[in-house]
């Protein structure tokens, strides 16, 4: 069965301490690894879309990168306001256009 | 521009009974997929909906049914609730064809007693 695993599943940093959060897929090949972030009580938003390994996205604090069976989103410098829960999710091959997202990493930055 | 517009935001139903949920997409969307996203959990895929048929189906049993009007708004049926399908149903939109950037509504949160 096609996976989507994130750790660590909870993270509580000071404000200004830089770290990353990964995500790993089981399938070799993808369409797509995409990365949203989730406030309570709303729905997720999306942040970034990466399709081959060595691609790179960047907006803000947040930075994301894709190997061939893994993914990081590297938070730099993080303010509370990125506190949040961050998901990711994939598409795989053969046509569906469903996404598989993982259970998500809940972030919390501390001022 | 409004964005995904979700309804009801919450409501309370017992086992048995049948529910629907409605959803109007982003302007310029054509593509409405519905996601049950339980307590702690990621969304998982119900069912995408484009040109008033449903494209794709997740694993799902036939008590989620659904339905794309001409406007492109959609509703998610369950018939025959069960306890486990207390969730936060969301909507998401796209343009049909887009890989991955959907644009997701604030959900319907619906509890089963």
């Known amino acids: 069965e096609d996976q989507v695993t994130q750790s660590p599943e909870a993270l509580r940093l000071q404000e200004g301490e830089s770290s990353s959060l990964n995500c790993s897929y089981t399938v070799s090949g993808l369409r797509g690894l995409f990365w949203y972030r989730q406030d309570p009580g709303k729905g997720p938003e999306f942040l970034f879309t990466l399709y081959s390994a060595g691609e790179e996205k960047e907006k803000e604090r947040l930075k994301a990168t894709l190997t061939k069976k893994e993914s990081f989103l590297h938070i730099t410098a993080p303010k509370p306001e990125d506190s949040a829960t961050y998901l990711c999710a994939v598409q795989y091959p053969g046509g569906a256009d469903g996404l598989t997202f993982g259970k998500g990493t809940h972030l919390i930055i501390q001022p | 521009d409004a964005g995904v517009t979700q309804s009801p935001t919450h409501l309370i139903k017992t086992r048995g009974q049948q529910v629907t949920l409605r959803c109007s997409p982003k302007?310029?969307?054509?593509?409405v997929s519905w996601y049950q996203q339980a307590l702690g959990q990621g969304p998982q895929f119900i069912f995408q909906y484009y040109e008033e048929e449903e494209r794709q189906r997740g694993n799902f049993p036939d008590r989620f049914s659904g339905h794309q009007f001409p406007n492109y708004s959609s509703e998610l049926n369950v018939n025959a609730l069960l306890l486990g399908d207390s969730a936060l149903y969301l909507c998401a939109s796209s343009l049909f064809g887009t890989i991955g950037e959907l644009f997701f509504g604030e959900g319907s949160r619906l509890t089963v007693l």
């Open positions: 302007s310029g969307h054509d593509t």
